[in-house]
């Protein structure tokens, strides 16, 4: 499975951005996904995960309310749409996919087994 993310760039404090995520999966559709990132010299954490079906998500304190996880089963895509950005969102954000076919949700960065490039997102102040 190959995931392949976009949308990141430079955005002031206050302002949005939304991430997409390709995924090359043959059974996008049963698979949970999830963003992660990992800012300057801190560890990779949960950002915001989706069940399979789009019905069930699940975010991160620091980004609750603020950020929107999205897919679209028809083109094996997952969004992240990030809204009210802080300079602290500063990081370069990975989409990851569960194994093909397990459609529950996992905050842990070891329950997904692909992952994609990353794309960076900075925030001025």
């Known amino acids: 499975v190959q995931l392949q993310a976009s949308g990141g760039g430079l955005v002031q404090a206050g302002g949005s951005l939304r991430l997409s995520c390709t995924s090359s999966?043959?059974?996008?559709?049963?698979?949970?996904m999830g963003w992660f990132r990992q800012g300057p010299g801190k560890e990779r954490e949960f950002v915001a995960a989706?069940?399979?079906?789009?019905?069930?998500?699940v975010y991160a304190d620091s980004v609750d309310v603020r950020f929107t996880i999205s897919r679209d089963n028809r083109k094996n895509m997952v969004f992240l749409e990030m809204n009210r950005l802080k300079p602290e969102d500063t990081a370069l954000y990975y989409c990851?996919?569960?194994?093909?076919?397990?459609?529950?949700?996992?905050?842990?960065?070891?329950?997904?087994?692909?992952w994609g490039q990353g794309t960076l997102v900075t925030v001025s102040s």
């Open positions: 990851a996919s569960r194994l093909q076919g397990w459609g529950s949700i996992e905050r842990s960065p070891s329950e997904y087994g692909y």
């Open positions: 999966a043959r059974i996008f559709s049963s698979t949970a």
């Open positions: 989706i069940n399979y079906g789009g019905d069930t998500k």
